[in-house]
Structures are given as structure tokens and as C-alpha cells.
């Protein structure tokens, strides 16, 4: 086999068939690099889904903004100073819990589905020694609105760059 490719490196012909390789292989990298191509064989994939990488890199920015600003929300006067780093612990956990939904991409807004995210996120907040003001029924509804808005911006963004 070797031989053969070198009798044929080496013939007469050899200058237009090494250039029709050359561009062979700049135009099969272009299309991988435009997505073109895609070669997905045997767990080796040859070209990326940028468009599915600004999806999950936009959802998951958006989702710690949007639990960064809940901080203000969950901190009281009574001891700041502890409130705040438990804040970050409860939000950090929930973060957490909505980039593994963002990486398992089953996002939907079918009311069963946000009440099972909903239950999620209750469950993470409830796991915690917090304190009773945070065991009402008021702070439940609103980590129910809070779960719900997140999970309806997630589709809204995924919808806006899968255009």
C-alpha cells in the first residue's frame, strides 16, 4: 500500500493530485468549521453545534444573574453578615440545579414540568437549617414564581438563539 502511495506521490501526476488533496482538505475543514460538516462515529465528534454552545453558554450567564439578584431579596438585617454567605450556599445549590437542567436540554413549559422543577428547588431550600421566615407559604409562592420565570426565560432565550 505504502508503495503504491509513493509511486503515485512521485509520478508524472503527482503535482495535480497533491494540490487536489491540499484543497480537498482546506475546503473539508472549512465546512467542519462552518458546520457544514458534522462526522459524529463512534464517540469522536468532528465539528462543533456553536449554535448550541451560544444556547447553553447564554442560559447558564442568564440564570446566575437572575440568582445573584435574588440575594437582595433573602437577606434581612437581623445578622447580614451570616445571611449573606447562607444566601450564597442556598443560591450556589440552586444554581447548580439549573445548569443540570440546562445540560439534560428537557426544558419545557408544561405545568407538570415547572411543578417538578418547582419541587426541585423547594426540596434543595428545605434541605437547609433556615430560618422560619423562610418556611411560610408567601416565601414558597414566590420561590414557585422565582422557579417558574427561570424556567420560562431558559425557553425564551433557547428560542431566541435557535433562530
Known sequence: MWEMIGKVLTGNNSTPIIIFLLIFTVLFIFSVKKRI?????????????????????????WAHLFLLSLKG???TMEDPIRE?????????????????????NHINDKKTYIEIKQSE?????????????????????RMNEWTKEIIMNLINIRKEYSI
Open 37 to 61: 460538516i458534522s462526522i459524529n462515529k463512534g464517540g469522536v465528534r468532528i465539528g462543533s453545534d456553536e449554535r448550541e454552545l451560544t444556547i447553553v453558554r447564554n442560559q447558564t450567564q
Open 73 to 75: 431579596k433573602l437577606i
Open 84 to 104: 449573606d454567605y447562607f444566601a450564597d450556599l442556598v443560591l450556589e445549590k440552586i444554581y447548580d440545579k439549573v445548569v443540570e437542567w440546562i445540560t439534560y
Open 121 to 141: 428547588v423547594k426540596c434543595i431550600v428545605y434541605a437547609l437549617p433556615i430560618q422560619e421566615q423562610y418556611k411560610t407559604p408567601e416565601f414558597e409562592s
